[in-house]
């Protein structure tokens, strides 16, 4: 256990444990949090907790903590049930999950294409994705892997402001989201770059390009294409236990059901919803691997992609694409089978 966790660990009292929690909170996790808030999300928190700009940036500082105190209430309950070797990784973890969650709930276009993205430039022999110290993940063509030399801001502002006109200039005929045209796209705008780029910034500037932007204040409409109105977004993250129910279901379905549904775990809008089972702490990702029968470290390597198509999931199976939708819809309609009567009380209990 963390040597920063085992006064609050040892604590023999109410008001002693709340003491030393508070600590850890305000002197070590408090921080963490809203440095990576502000990196991240360029939300901005003050040290109460506060932000009078916007309202999303208090929200979620608070989530997290409420998240991180009542994590750590259970593990002095029971020390043995989990171990935080190092509790500052501990927090900027579930900082990190709570911002990728929020982005994949404000802005869910911009993170399915950014998927996309990830996923052809790591699995494209002509493409790569790397890391940087200095500037986080870049990619490019792969002869310029690991490389810094990065695109001038200038230079990608200009496409973004002006799409038309470019494509226009570098004489790009087929221009939307799917593999075939995406590849001819970064294909020319790296050879236009002449650089590496900034994931992120090549996800603003292809969003752009393929009209791929979020709609303001774009609502939440139901979790997945199940017919239970009580399973919907908000309920989730409102009342967990009926997330805890749809997952334990989910684990009683045949092997080959389970990953065509959790490898393609999405509503019907596409949005990915896996995300929500470690951040409710429903199922952690070493749990979900197990449920779908993979090394931990290999279901890791495929976090970032997730959902995964319905071709990659055949391959994954070694099946075909039609066989991997049947075996959703047989996974889909034996959990409304078996959960619209327990969901039902959940709602009509609120």
């Known amino acids: 256990m963390d040597s920063l966790l085992l006064t609050f660990i040892a604590a023999r009292d109410e008001a002693e444990a709340e003491h030393c ?19 991240n999300l360029r939300l901005h928190v003050d040290a109460n907790g506060g932000a009078s700009s916007n309202q999303d940036a208090g929200d979620l500082f608070n989530d997290i903590v409420v998240n991180l105190v009542s994590q750590l209430r259970r593990i002095k309950d029971d020390p043995a049930r989990e ?18 969650l929020y982005l994949r709930q404000k802005f869910p276009r911009r993170s399915r294409l950014k998927n996309r993205l990830r996923y052809l430039l790591s699995h494209h022999e002509g493409f790569a994705l790397w890391g940087s110290e200095r500037f986080g993940m870049l990619c490019g063509l792969s002869a310029w892997r690991d490389k810094e030399n990065v695109a001038p801001g200038r230079l990608l502002e200009a496409v973004r402001q002006n799409p038309v006109e470019w494509i ?6 087929n221009i939307d989201i799917s593999r075939a045209a995406l590849t001819e796209l970064l294909q020319c705008f790296f050879q236009w770059a002449k650089s590496p780029i900034r994931l992120d910034d090549l996800v603003s500037v292809v969003a752009e390009i393929c009209r791929e932007k979020d709609q303001p204040d774009e609502p939440l409409e139901a979790v997945m294409n199940l017919p239970i109105s009580a399973l919907s977004f908000d309920t989730v993250l409102e009342q967990q236990r009926i997330l805890a129910i749809v997952w334990q279901e989910i684990c009683q379905l045949p092997l080959r059901q389970r990953a ?23 199922a952690t990702i070493e749990q979900i691997a197990n449920v779908l029968e993979m090394p931990a470290a290999d279901f890791a390597k495929l976090w970032n992609d997730l959902p995964l198509d319905d071709l990659t999931i055949a391959k994954f199976l070694g099946a075909t694409r039609q066989q991997v939708i049947n075996l959703r819809k047989c996974a889909r309609e034996r959990l409304e089978r078996r959960t619209t009567g327990v969901l039902a009380k959940s709602s009509a209990a609120k």
């Open 21 to 39: 929690l508070t600590r850890l909170i305000n002197d070590h996790a408090g921080p963490i949090v809203r440095e990576i808030l502000r990196s």
């Open 83 to 100: 171990s935080i070797t190092d509790f500052r990784s501990y927090v900027a973890g579930t900082a990190y999950n709570a911002c990728n």
């Open 168 to 173: 226009q200039a570098v004489g790009l005929t």
């Open 260 to 282: 065509a549904l959790l490898l393609n775990f999405t509503d019907a809008r596409s949005r990915e919803l896996i995300s929500l089972l470690p951040y409710t702490r429903t």
